[in-house]
C-alpha cells in the first residue's frame, strides 16, 4: 500500500526516513515542520516523520 508520509525537506528525520521506508513509501516533503504537522492535522497524511520536540509541543496544542 502506498502509505503517504509527511516530512520536513533536509531534516534529520528526512535523511532517515530514507533509510528505512519501504519503497512503496509516498514521501511527501514539506519546507518546515509547521506545514509538516499540519499535513496529518488536516488528514493529508496519515503518518509523519518528525523530531520528538516538535511532536510533544504540536501534540500538547492540538490533542487527539
Known amino acids: 500500500k ?3 508520509v509527511a516530512v520536513t525537506r ?3 528525520q528526512d ?3 530514507g533509510e528505512v521506508a ?3 513509501a509516498n514521501v ?3 519546507d518546515n515542520d509547521i ?3 499540519d499535513s496529518f492535522i488536516k488528514k493529508e497524511v496519515r503518518v509523519i516523520a518528525i523530531g520528538a520536540s516538535v511532536a510533544s509541543v504540536a501534540f500538547a496544542l ?3
Open 15 to 17: 535523511a532517515k526516513l
Open 2 to 4: 502506498n502509505e503517504r
Open 22 to 24: 519501504p519503497p512503496s
Open 62 to 64: 492540538h490533542p487527539g
Open 28 to 30: 511527501v516533503r514539506f
Open 35 to 37: 506545514e509538516t504537522f
Open 10 to 12: 533536509n531534516s534529520i
